[in-house]
């Protein structure tokens, strides 16, 4: 089985902060690593797919980048509506989650 | 725009069989992958399986033994069976369409479907 593992577990920032959030897998799983933001109480949303592109609707602040086992969801400026859990998929082999990574306000 | 929707029981009873159902609306279910995915209460997401085009069907390994996906095409329905069930087994449950080019990732989600396993 693949792990991804995520750091960190959970920060706190303010808005307009630049927010960095890594994903770790135990193996290459290049380019099938995909990102999606959860609110409390909602399904989780496709944020970014194929490691850096950026799924129709999203903000342009969101980024995401990264390659073999390390991947990276940026969020340039943090707004208010960005206060949420987000998670990285592999579906390299099957789809495995990452833990997920809290997001909260400073 | 696609959209999904979980039913089935909330409450099922230790050592009996979860059934849940999604419906498709929006569009067809030929051609892509259809999974389900659950998130126990404050916890993260597991994988359990998808479905494409009736017949190709993959489970995560750790849930292989109890978990059965199947799908009704006339009906833009898929569905899911989870047999044995324990407090473990306690969870939101969502169904999603899986793309299964450039990344293999999840779309279009229903909005969760609370089942507790409970006596």
């Known amino acids: 089985d693949i792990q991804m593992t995520q750091s960190p577990s959970s920060l706190s920032a303010s808005v307009g902060d630049r927010v960095t959030i890594t994903c770790r897998a135990s193996?290459?799983?290049?380019?099938?690593l995909n990102w999606y933001q959860q609110k409390p109480g909602k399904a989780p949303e496709l944020l970014i797919y194929?490691?850096?592109t950026l799924h129709s609707g999203v903000p342009s602040r969101f980024s995401g980048s990264g390659s073999g086992t390390d991947f990276t969801l940026t969020i340039g400026s943090l707004q208010p509506e960005d206060f949420a859990t987000y998670y990285c998929?592999?579906?390299?082999?099957?789809?495995?989650f990452g833990q997920g990574t809290k997001v909260e306000i400073k | 725009q696609v959209q999904l929707q979980e039913s089935g029981p909330g409450l099922v009873k230790p050592s009996e069989t979860l059934s849940l159902t999604c419906t498709v609306s929006?569009?067809?279910?030929?051609?892509?992958?259809w999974s389900w995915i659950r998130q126990p209460p404050g916890k993260g997401l597991e994988w359990i399986g998808y479905?494409?085009?009736?017949?190709?069907?993959n489970y995560n390994p750790s849930l292989r033994s109890r978990a059965t996906i199947s799908a009704d095409t006339s009906k833009n329905q898929f569905s899911l069976k989870l047999t044995s069930v324990t407090a473990a087994d306690t969870a939101v449950y969502y169904c999603?369409?899986?793309?299964?080019?450039?990344?293999?990732?999840?779309?279009?989600w229903g909005q969760g479907s609370l089942v507790t396993v409970f006596s």
């Open positions: 479905i494409y085009n009736s017949a190709g069907i």
């Open positions: 999603a369409r899986l793309i299964a080019v450039a990344g293999n990732f999840l779309d279009f």
């Open positions: 193996q290459n799983i290049s380019p099938f």
């Open positions: 998929q592999q579906s390299y082999n099957a789809l495995t």
């Open positions: 929006g569009g067809s279910m030929s051609d892509y992958y």
């Open positions: 194929e490691a850096s």
